[in-house]
């Protein structure tokens, strides 16, 4: 069955750090790029940036540049992001999401079902 | 960064009947390779979202024939052409042709009136 699975629900102190996992299964996990999406409460999708999963190329988004790490292990299929410092507005659920292959490129035909990070005192 | 914009943000619809969203883009989204890559996605409530349609008009395996996409450069249209009680959530539009970053619409909320 192809999936994605995503780890636990996390609660943070601000200025903590939280690292998501994503395991893939069903297909060849260094064969698609594997993007980040968070979901504020209420909110709607932000894009925060991708990882190659053959070569750990990645590519963030400026917003969270220097803050976001995201790193993959191929031998247990598994890719991670890792947000540092956190804020009280990193609050959020974070997917997972696979990129298309060649013919659905640069869109997302499989989503994780989401952590969910509250970062609070 | 490409801003997309969606209307309606929120359609009451009657089950059976069609509906339709905007989404609108701040720039032309036809990439220099010649395809357009405007995607919509469904999140129902309480679920991850859902790919429906990807490079404007392209319906992914398994989704409903009432849904269909249409649309070019700046322009863009969902349509259900007969809404069921299963399509109750919010549709987000995305783009990405210019990237970093791929951006997302504000999502219209679709419910049964």
């Known amino acids: 069955q192809v999936q994605l699975v995503q780890s636990g629900a996390e609660v943070k102190k601000p200025g903590a750090s939280v690292k998501v996992s994503c395991k893939a299964s069903?297909?060849?996990?260094?064969?698609?790029?594997m993007h980040w999406v968070r979901q504020a409460p209420g909110q709607g999708l932000e894009w925060m940036g991708w990882i190659n999963p053959n070569s750990g190329g990645t590519n963030y988004a400026q917003k969270f540049q220097g803050r976001v790490t995201m790193t993959r292990d191929t031998s247990i299929s598994t890719a991670y992001m890792e947000l540092s410092r956190l804020r009280s507005d990193d609050t959020a659920v974070y997917y997972c999401?696979?990129?298309?292959?060649?013919?659905?490129?640069?869109?997302?035909?499989?989503w994780g079902r989401g952590t969910l990070v509250t970062v609070s005192s | 960064d490409v801003v997309m914009t969606q209307s309606p943000l929120s359609l009451p619809v009657t089950l059976g009947q069609p509906a339709s969203i905007s989404c609108r883009s701040s720039q032309s989204l036809v990439h220099s390779d010649g395809n357009t890559y405007l995607n919509w996605f469904q999140q129902r409530p309480g679920q991850s979202p859902r790919r429906l349609i990807y490079?404007?008009?392209n319906r992914d395996s398994g989704v409903p024939d009432r849904f269909s996409g249409s649309g070019s450069g700046t322009d863009f249209t969902l349509k259900i052409s007969r809404v069921e009680a299963e399509d109750v959530g919010v549709y987000y539009c995305?783009?990405?042709?210019?990237?970093?970053?791929?951006?997302f619409g504000p999502g219209t909320k679709v419910d049964i009136k």
């Open positions: 490079k404007v008009s």
């Open positions: 999401a696979r990129e298309g292959d060649s013919s659905s490129q640069l869109s997302f035909d499989l």
């Open positions: 995305m783009q990405g042709t210019h990237w970093p970053p791929f951006t």
């Open positions: 069903g297909y060849t996990f260094t064969g698609y790029y």
